[in-house]
């Protein structure tokens, strides 16, 4: 690969990180509204996509 095209796909999985990363945030903080709410797990995985245990965990940190 030639150094542009190096740059290219670099800078494009710089961008899907961030990209990944800021739609997971907004799932956490979709499923800690939830949590609050008292919607339970399975609802919370289901619309979130976000693993069952993950979930289990925020709702520990929530008490």
């Keep these: 690969m030639c150094n542009l095209s190096e740059g290219i796909f670099e800078d494009g999985v710089k961008q899907g990180v961030k990209q990944g990363a800021k739609e997971t945030k907004e799932k956490m903080m979709q499923a800690f509204q939830m949590l609050k709410g008292k919607v339970s797990v399975s609802e919370i995985v289901k619309k979130t ?15």
């Design 49 to 63: 996509g976000l693993t069952e245990d993950d979930v289990r965990q925020m709702k520990l940190l929530l008490g």
